[in-house]
């Protein structure tokens, strides 16, 4: 009976589970489920944004916003340059730490805290893009997206009461908004004074941590995770605490007075007289003038005026120059004999060092004029004349070459020792026009008419946006507060042009706020242009 249930039990298995097979094969061929939808196909440009960040959860900032420009040449040179910048980051993080190290020590009563391992790994950070902003003020801002999911060994053995314990980070992930700010931009590399870093946004920390060579994020249970969970938060806060916008991380690069040489004196010079003058005229006569400035300046020069039909010329003018470095600059005289048609014929020309001056000392002066100042020149031996002039080198007073004078600190730079008494000095500095255009020809300059006083910028040839970064600067006797200055911007013709010099624009500055502010840094539009504008700034410095 065993034998004959048995057989049958696996006969009813086979024919049910065959039957089982057929009918479900059966059912699922020409049975269809009536709830089940087709899918709906949209085109990407449909979806809205947080639908797509939650398909694509790591779309870089340069797809996500127009205003992050893609910057994977950024990301080859990093990652090119990581083993190299892997090192140089680690020594210079050891060198800031080290003094922060010891005074804390000292403070909590511990041993040593050392690092026994710190590189940064292999993997370097990726810039998912960059945005960067223009502003009329001398700086630059830039605000890069960094992601760094990284494999740094970072180890640091403490040592305190007699005991060791050691500290290992590893699988380092930040992610980071900062903006960077260079400012204020000088003409001496690296070409910025400071580096200014702020976060905008609380930034993303997640790390491992080992201790005494045990995983904690291995160790089963809740405890460990709720403890690095708390440690990642803290980081977190202290860091948004410390550097979340507007509070700033400040790197002094260079000292901004340095890199942007400030007036440290004033050179008076009078022009006495000139006499046995070579002759340049076909009647036998000169007509000289005298032009003069400091060397390593490229502020335009000053003139005497023209001594008609004299070989012997007295002008007895004075003159007024800002010295910013007496032991390298020096006063040099050129005197040219004035055409009415043509180019004006050198007479001859000499220089006179500020270090040979003795301060506050007038010292009178007479200079056999060379033609050139190469000491091997055979033809410096002929004769051409002597100058005579008085100079008197006034430095600052005491203190006064202290006073900061970059943009940040709020403190205006007083002009320099010799300045009127209620007067003060007035500097223009012409920075770039935009969009100027002439009819014939765009070859632009600025010319600043001031007190019946003209000053020029060297032209630029064929630039609807030029970019001048020249500095003027005019001596007042008395504040020019119900004065006006005009700027005007001109296009020069070329040499071998027929059309004459064209008025790119112009516009007139009320002086009443420069003076009561000390300091304005404006973009005008240029009037009788159509697009065109010039910035300028303009500093009223006191005595």
């Not at 009078?270 to 006569?285: F, P, S």
């Not at 502020?299 to 390298?328: A, G, I, M, Q």
């Not at 050198?346 to 001056?357: Q, S, T």
């Amino acid at each position: 009976m065993g034998f004959f249930s048995t057989v049958l039990g696996f006969f009813g298995f086979g024919v049910g589970v065959t039957l089982g097979l057929v009918i479900g094969y059966y059912m699922f061929i020409y049975f269809q489920p009536t709830d089940v939808k087709h899918p709906v196909i949209r085109p990407l440009v449909e979806l809205g944004t947080e639908s797509l960040e939650s398909m694509l959860p790591e779309i870089p900032h340069w797809v996500r916003s127009p205003d992050f420009d893609r910057i994977d040449w950024l990301n080859k040179f990093v990652e090119t340059m990581w083993p190299y910048l892997d090192k140089a980051i680690c020594k210079t993080a050891k060198e800031i730490a080290k003094p922060i190290i010891a005074e804390n020590t000292a403070k909590y009563k511990i041993d040593s805290v050392e690092f026994e391992t710190l590189t940064l790994g292999s993997l370097p950070p990726t810039f998912q893009g960059m945005k960067v902003y223009t502003t009329d003020e001398q700086e630059l801002i830039m605000e890069p997206s960094i992601k760094w999911a990284g494999n740094p060994n970072i180890t640091v053995v403490v040592k305190a009461f007699g005991l060791k314990a050691t500290a290992q980070v590893i699988d380092l992930q930040v992610f980071a908004l900062p903006r960077i700010t260079l400012k204020p931009l000088v003409p001496s590399f690296p070409c910025f004074a400071k580096i200014l870093v702020s976060l905008m946004e609380k930034p993303h920390v997640d790390f491992g941590l080992k201790l005494l060579g045990a995983d904690l994020m291995a160790i089963p249970g809740l405890y460990a995770f709720v403890q690095i969970w708390i440690l990642q938060e803290t980081i977190k806060t202290q860091v948004a605490n410390m550097y979340l916008w507007p509070k700033v991380l400040e790197v002094q690069i260079m000292d901004p007075a340095k890199a942007q040489k400030k007036p440290v004196g004033i050179l008076h010079v009078n022009v006495v007289r000139a006499i046995k003058l070579t002759k340049k005229d076909l009647m036998g006569k000169s007509d000289p003038y005298v032009k003069l400035k400091l060397t390593e300046e490229k502020l335009p020069s000053k003139k005497t005026s023209v001594k008609r039909s004299n070989l012997n010329p007295e002008w007895n003018e004075d003159f007024k120059l800002v010295v910013k470095d007496p032991e390298s600059q020096a006063l040099e005289l050129t005197v040219y004999d004035w055409e009415q048609v043509g180019k004006h014929d050198k007479i001859g020309m000499n220089v006179i060092p500020l270090k040979d001056l003795t301060p506050d000392e007038t010292k009178s002066v007479t200079l056999n004029l060379l033609k050139t100042m190469d000491a091997n020149d055979p033809s410096n031996e002929k004769f051409r004349g002597q100058l005579t002039v008085d100079v008197t080198y006034k430095p600052f007073k005491e203190g006064d070459s202290d006073v900061d004078t970059s943009d940040e600190s709020g403190v205006i730079e007083k002009a320099p020792d010799g300045t009127p008494e209620g007067g003060g000095l007035l500097v223009v500095i012409v920075h770039e026009a935009q969009d100027v255009e002439g009819k014939h020809h765009t070859n632009p300059y600025v010319r600043i008419l001031f007190r019946g006083e003209e000053k020029k910028t060297k032209h630029i040839k064929k630039n609807r946006d030029p970019r001048w970064e020249e500095e003027f600067q005019f001596m007042c006797e008395e504040p020019p507060i119900n004065d006006k200055m005009q700027v005007e911007v001109i296009s020069r013709p070329s040499s071998l042009g027929i059309h004459s010099k064209e008025n790119l624009g112009y516009v007139v500055i009320s002086l009443a706020d420069v003076i009561n502010n000390k300091r304005i840094n404006e973009k005008y539009h240029l009037i009788d242009s159509k697009n065109g504008r010039i910035q300028l700034e303009l500093k009223w410095k006191t005595s």
